[in-house]
C-alpha cells in the first residue's frame, strides 16, 4: 500500500518539493488562490510531470486564443461591394474552347517532345503537367470560371486507349478542351474543364 504524504501548508509548490515526496497531497493554501482542494501527484509513473506539462501547454494555448482574439479585434472591416446580380458570363469572358486547346498542346510538346515511358516518374509527371496546365488556363482571365485539369499519360505501344467523362452542368455557360498527344514511346490526354461559378 502507498503511503500519502501532505506538503506543509506554509511550503510554496515547487518542483522541488514536489521531487522530495514520492506521493504527494498539496492542500489548497500551497496553491495560491486556484479553487482545487487537493492534488495528488506521483512520481513513479511519472504523473506528476506530465501533469505539470500538462498545465503549461493549456496555459500557451490559453494565451495564445487571447492573442489571436485581440488581433482579431484590431483587424480593418471588410469593404462592402454591392451584389453584380449576374447569372452569366459576359459575351467575351465566356471560356474559349481553341484557346485551352492549343495551352494543352503547348504544354505537351515542350514537356512530351522527346521524353520516354518512365512508369515510376509518371505519376508526378501528370501532376506537373496539369499543374503548368491550369496556371496558363488561370492567365487567360476566365473570370468566375472554375478551371479542373485532368491529364493521362500511358505507355504508347499502338494500343487501342478510350477515355471519357461525364458532367452535370449548364451547357450555357461551362464547356471543356481536350487535346491528344503522342510520340514513339508516351500517349498523353489533356482535359480542361471550366464551369461557371454563380
Not at 19 to 47: K, T, Y
Not at 90 to 109: L, S
Not at 155 to 160: F, I, L
Amino acid at each position: 500500500m502507498m503511503r500519502r504524504r501532505s506538503i506543509p501548508q506554509n511550503q510554496d509548490l515547487t518542483i522541488d518539493a514536489i521531487q522530495e515526496h514520492n506521493i504527494l497531497h498539496v492542500p489548497p493554501q500551497a496553491l495560491h488562490g486556484r479553487r482545487r482542494s487537493s492534488v495528488a501527484f506521483s512520481l513513479d509513473s511519472n504523473n506528476a510531470h506530465n501533469s505539470l506539462r500538462r498545465n503549461s501547454l493549456r496555459t500557451v494555448q490559453f494565451s495564445m486564443a487571447l492573442r489571436k482574439h485581440s488581433v482579431a479585434k484590431t483587424e480593418l472591416p471588410k469593404p462592402k461591394v454591392e451584389n453584380t446580380y449576374k447569372l452569366g458570363p459576359d459575351q467575351w469572358g465566356k471560356f474559349r474552347q481553341h484557346q485551352v486547346e492549343n495551352v494543352i498542346k503547348n504544354v505537351f510538346e515542350v514537356h512530351l517532345k522527346d521524353s520516354q515511358y518512365d512508369p515510376e516518374k509518371s505519376g508526378s509527371l501528370a501532376c506537373e503537367l496539369s499543374a503548368e496546365i491550369k496556371t496558363r488556363v488561370k492567365a487567360l482571365e476566365f473570370k468566375r470560371y472554375r478551371i479542373v485539369v485532368n491529364v493521362i499519360l500511358g505507355q504508347n505501344k499502338e494500343q487501342g486507349v478510350e477515355v471519357s467523362s461525364r458532367c452535370l452542368w449548364d451547357a450555357n455557360t461551362d464547356n471543356f478542351a481536350s487535346y491528344n498527344y503522342h510520340n514513339s514511346s508516351i500517349f498523353a490526354t489533356g482535359m480542361v474543364y471550366g464551369v461557371y461559378f454563380e
